[in-house]
């Protein structure tokens, strides 16, 4: 299968402070990725879709200006998580549509953010 | 709109015994249909995968078929491993769509 591969797999900042992660398609080209925040023991909650050379579009209840999304090209998104603070600690998940597979979608390995 | 159900866990089985986890869906048109597996502490990773109605995606002794006359696309493995322990999560795409909907998962604990 596609490979999605997310960076930094763990990451503590100070609150305040802002902090990347990013998220790659390592062997194909991805229009659109997607970013999910998950909370323990529960399901996936779908933060934005990131399209290649175009803004975000952010769910409901998603402030934009905190949780910034850039997808620069078509094998890299970022989201940086701006004046970060201990309620944003969580489980940060990105995926890659391979329409290549039939519209299948592949995820990252998720990148462990905690706030101190 | 696009939901997905899945039974409710926890699911406690021991090793070698018969898995049924149940999906059913609803959707508008002929969606794809999928399961993700998440090991504790990691990320999603695709297990099988359905395009059409009948299709049977499997892999690693799990299989799944995609039952359109009852909207269903249940996981099932013939003898469970402690290995296999994670969360199983059913999930859909629409035709021309590229957004997921996820079911809510279901914790699967296979003990020795």
């Known amino acids: 299968g596609a490979v999605v591969s997310q960076h930094p797999s763990r990451v503590i900042c100070k609150s305040g402070t802002s902090v990347k992660i990013e998220c790659r398609s390592l062997?194909?080209?991805?229009?659109?990725m997607f970013w999910y925040r998950q909370f323990p023991k529960q399901s996936l909650m779908l933060m934005a879709t990131?399209?290649?050379?175009?803004?975000?579009?952010?769910e409901q209840g998603v402030e934009k200006d905190k949780f910034l999304i850039n997808h620069a090209s078509l094998t890299l998104s970022t989201l940086t998580v701006t004046s970060a603070h201990p309620e944003d600690s969580s489980f940060y998940i990105c995926s890659a549509s391979y329409r290549g597979q039939g519209n299948t979608i592949y995820f990252g390995e998720g990148s462990w953010l905690t706030v101190v | 709109g696009n939901s997905v159900t899945q039974m409710e866990g926890p699911v406690t089985l021991s090793e070698e015994a018969f898995l049924t986890i149940n999906c059913t869906y609803t959707?508008?048109?002929?969606?794809?249909l999928f399961w993700y597996v998440q090991y504790p502490g990691e990320g999603l990773q695709l297990l099988l995968k359905a395009t059409k109605a009948d299709d049977k995606g499997s892999n690693k002794g799990f299989e799944a078929t995609y039952r359109k006359e009852t909207t269903s696309f249940h996981l099932e493995k013939g003898s469970v491993q402690v290995s296999d322990s994670a969360v199983y999560f059913c999930?859909?795409?629409?035709?021309?769509?590229?957004?997921?909907?996820f079911g809510e998962g279901t914790q699967l604990t296979v003990n020795p």
């Open positions: 959707a508008t048109g002929y969606p794809s």
């Open positions: 999930a859909l795409i629409e035709t021309s769509g590229s957004r997921l909907t």
């Open positions: 990131s399209n290649e050379g175009s803004k975000a579009t952010y």
């Open positions: 062997d194909f080209q991805a229009t659109t």
